[in-house]
């Protein structure tokens, strides 16, 4: 998989922040891009900017636009206020997946909980399963919830790398509407590239 290139100074074993928990395509992203890196959790945009801007981290992977949405908001007007510099990005593909607890099926699963950006990812594929999307904080985020709560009736929207973190089970791959749906991530540095 293509890395996002260290920046000139950028020290291996640093830390990249990400919005999201664990898990989640941010998550992802930092892992698959930023392997030297430790990948940093924030459960906000604004946290991940203000960590970078206080030196906590020293990178930041946030996503910006996505093919079949738009801007990801707020993300992209708080790094335009920000300040940072944008050292990199990249387009990635995003692959949704319907998860739930071991036991569940498409039959059993009534709602689908995810981030409302992955959730405008796929609004007709769940209305053919039949499923009613509900607002989470995250992708990942709302496989943790639905791993906890252990309810059949309750499945999530995410990676498929959410399931393994999660210990769920993966109803159906490519949930997404569209063929062609990607992620830009910035890379995002409190220095000068």
């Known amino acids: 998989m293509q890395s996002v290139g260290r920046p000139d100074g950028d020290r291996p074993g640093g830390r990249c922040g990400y919005q999201g928990a664990p898990g989640a395509f941010s998550h992802e992203a930092c892992l698959d891009l930023r392997p030297w890196d430790e990948a940093t959790a924030y459960e906000t945009f604004a946290e991940v900017i203000d960590a970078l801007k206080a030196g906590d981290i020293g990178a930041a992977l946030i996503p910006v ?59 007709n594929s769940l209305a053919a399963l039949g499923v009613t999307a509900v607002e989470a904080f995250d992708t990942a985020g709302a496989a943790r919830a639905v791993a906890e709560a252990g309810d059949i009736t ?27 749906n990607r992620t830009r991530f910035v890379l995002l540095s409190a220095g000068i590239a």
Do not use: F
């Open 65 to 123: 636009e996505n093919s079949t949405i738009g801007r990801v908001e707020p993300a992209a007007t708080l790094i335009e206020q920000s300040g940072l510099t944008v050292v990199s990005e990249v387009w990635r593909p995003i692959r949704l997946a319907l998860m739930a607890p071991h036991g569940a099926s498409l039959r059993t699963v009534k709602t689908a909980e995810s981030h409302p950006i992955a959730l405008r990812q796929c609004p």
């Open 154 to 180: 309750r499945a999530a929207v995410a990676p498929a790398r959410a399931a393994e973190v999660y210990d769920l089970s993966i109803l159906r791959n490519d949930i997404q509407d569209s063929g062609d």
